[in-house]
Structures are given as structure tokens and as C-alpha cells.
DNA sequence: AATTTTTATGCAATTAGTTGCATATAGCTC
DNA sequence: GAGCTATATGCAACTAATTGCATAAAAATT
């Protein structure tokens, strides 16, 4: 089975360079993990797994006062593992959106808080776009003359800027529908 | 903590109409579901944990030969958990999303396998594309006169098009830049 | 000098989600 | 009449993810 994806997001990140749990940990904090989130526990515990199963080495760098370092690398089983799953996987997690079901509570619920909550929701989007766009305009403004290598990356923030674009138009769009919404009740009709 | 969404969902669910742990299951198939996913045995779990702490009731309705319909309705403290919960809760799940890390892996891997991923996707998206078209040309061509408990239904809707549009086109132009791929090193350079 | 942040690792407990199995009948299709 | 689909419920085992806690020192800030 090859289902366990946070393990492939370890194995992909270890693609470009050797790294520690904590170092793994800051990336997916800034690039995978807009995409694959996991805590620095999560990694750790994967990456446990994936250095029993063969999947990486370890080389220990011991350090005064810290603990000691443990520098992650893929072995060729690792490389192999994730080669089968980019061809078979191909289970779509279903998405997850707690701010639709609050929608679906139009009519029985104060309006307010839901448009509330797509403002919340809107302010998000905004500080991730712009975030995104930072990093296109400082490393991606030239998406043809990227290595190989960058330009999977690259298609992966493209991804992320349109749908963040996309969702902000639609909160715009929802709360002007939702401006039409007078009642509130709060009982079954 | 008003964390764990699955209950908030069926609790939402239940608002319209009261509806046993099976009809529950469908409507998740059919638009809740779109959102927010679940199998019949989380359903049926969180039913009797919803029940013990008192947020729906059950009529017990007696068939034969079939196991007994259990009918759930929600409680009033089922409706403030509701309630409370669209105020309080803001925690975005973190998108996480296979097609992304396979995209880090472009340039390592050969690229084949992941225009394949890509292009099983697109047939994703299309597929939804046209069940949202169909629900929404059969429920929804006039947004503005819907009664108020179906707009944020018609919303939903909205936002799964358009996201469903954005992933469309940005599935073409991954496809078309990853034809500018042409090297597929299985070594770390 | 005291506080906060960063580096660096990890365990334990809990909650959430998936997969496989089990039961049992009615009704429809081949 | 054999097999499939729909109705209707649920347990058990497992995998994945989150949350809270714990340690410990260097570096940066106030």
C-alpha cells in the first residue's frame, strides 16, 4: 500500500539536500508544507519509521550541549519507494472545508457569523497570495528558464496563487449574496 | 474545543430534516459530502457519540427483517454546539494535496509519470466540473430568489466550480510547461 | 542581566480517519 | 435461480494526525 503520504513529502523533500528532523521540519514550514502540513513530531516519528524501514540513512553529528545532530539521507530504496508511489498512488483526499459546512447553516443561524467567518477566511487568502507572490517575484519570474528541477516547484505555486485568487473573488462574491440573507431562524421550519 | 468537524457537519445535516445514520451517509455522497467526506462507520460512530452527550436524539424505529431505522434529530444543545462552534472555531485544516509533492519531485524522476498524474487529475476535476454544472443548472440558475436557507448551499456550489475551473486550466499550462522537461537524472546533482 | 527566539530532539495521550469484516432482507436484473 | 444492488446497522483493528509535554543550550534581543 502506499498510502502514507507524509513519508513521501520526507522522502521528496531529502531529494534536493540531506537534512535533520528539524531542519525537514522548517521546510515544510516554508515551501512543501504549503501543500503537505505536518508538525516537527510528525516528522520525527516518520522519519523513525522510514530510517527501520531502509528507506534513509542516518549519519549522527554529535554536538556539545544540544542534542545530537541526526542528518537524514534517501537510500535507493527510498528513491524507488517514491518512484512507485508517484506512479500508482492515486487516492484523491477528499477535500476538507469546515468553512462550506458552515455555509450549509445559512438560514438557520445568525448570518453574521458566517460572513464573519468568511472574512476571517479572506484575510487568510490575502496574507497567503501575497506571501506567494513574494516568492514568485524573487524566484520564479521566469518560469521557461527554470532548471528542471525548479519547475515542478514552480507549477506548485502557481497552483497555490490561482487558488488563493479564486477564493478570494468568491469571498467577495458570498458575502455580497449574503448581504440579501434577513432572517435568522433558529428553528426547524 | 470545538474541534472535531465530522460531528459538526452531521449536526448540520441534521437542520434540514431528521435522518438515520444511512440516510446521513448518502447525503455526505451527494453535497455535503462534496466538502466533507466520511464512510458510514465514522457516521455511525459519531452518531452514538453525538447521542451520548446529548446533542441529537434517537427514535428507534422497528422494521422487520432489517436491522430497527434509528432516526436522529438534533437537541437544542445540539443546535448551540452547532452554533457555538461557527463562532468560535477558525482552525484551517491545512490543505494537503498528493499531486504537490509529486510535482517537488520533477526533475528527479521521470517526468512521464507525472504528466500522468496531472492528466488523471484533470479528469478529476472535469468530472466534478460537470456534476457541480448539472446540480447547479438543476437547483440553482437564479441565486438572487433562493430562499435564504439555500444560499450558502448555492455558495458552496460556487466555490467547488471555480476551484474546479482554476485546477482545469492550471492542469493545462502544468501539462504544457512540463513538456520544456526533458531530462529525467535519478541522481541527487 | 533577564527574556525570548532558535536550534535540536523526542515521548505520551488523544482524536480522527481508514479498511476490513459481519449481518440480514428485499427487490431487481440476467 | 443466481447474482447484484439497495437498505440498515455496526465492531475491530489499524494508520494517521494533533496536542501537550519535556529537555537543553546557544544566540539574539531588550
Redesign the pocket.
Known sequence: ?H?????HAILTALLDEDL????L??QFDVSLGFFW??????I??E??GLHLAGRVNVEEVP?????????YSLTTLGRDMLESWIVDST?A??A?DELFIKLFNVGSVPVKQITLAIEQRKAEHTRKLELYRKIEMRNYTSPLTLPDRKKGVYLSLLAGIRQEQTALIWCDDALDLLTTVRSNPKVKG
Chains 1, 2 share one sequence.
Open positions: 500500500m498510502t502514507m503520504s507524509l513519508s535533520t528532523g528539524y531542519a521540519a522548517k502540513q505536518a508538525s516537527h513530531q510528525q520525527y516519528r522519519l523513525k554536538q556539545h550541549g544540544k542534542p545530537d545532530k541526526r542528518v487516492r483526499r477528499g476538507k
